[in-house]
């Protein structure tokens, strides 16, 4: 089974910059669709950035569109978040998510810990 270990929150300032990293063990992550998400308190979670199995197609939201880039390192079996140009409103803790397809007529969802951001003014 594969275990998602996620971490690179931390606090910064508007305008600021983090790259998250979230590392696959016990399986290799290029098999798998994986994807960031964020939830703030009080909030429904909310989709931020995918990336595709075996390809580099990738998807963002628009409030991350142009400033956030998902990126798959192979060799570091790792996924990372690469965010500029932080806002306050991007102030949430992040979550990791890798699907995998066991039968063929069902999917599972496996979600890492959760990294805190946190954006001052």
């Known amino acids: 089974q594969v275990v998602l270990v996620e971490s690179g929150g931390g606090l910064v300032q508007a305008g600021g910059t983090l790259r998250l990293a979230c590392a696959a063990r016990g399986g290799m992550l290029v098999r798998y669709n994986v994807g960031w998400f964020r939830q703030a308190p009080g909030k429904e979670r909310e989709f931020v950035a995918g990336?595709?199995?075996?390809?580099?197609?990738?998807d963002y939201s628009d409030s991350a569109r142009s400033r956030f880039t998902i990126t798959r390192v192979e060799a570091d079996n790792t996924v990372y978040l690469q965010m500029s140009s932080l806002k306050p409103e991007d102030t949430a803790v992040y979550y990791c998510?890798?699907?995998?397809?066991?039968?063929?007529?069902?999917?599972?969802?496996?979600w890492g810990q959760g990294t805190q951001v946190t954006v001052s003014s």
């Open positions: 998510k890798m699907r995998a397809r066991p039968l063929v007529t069902i999917e599972l969802d496996y």
């Open positions: 990336v595709l199995r075996n390809v580099d197609i990738t």
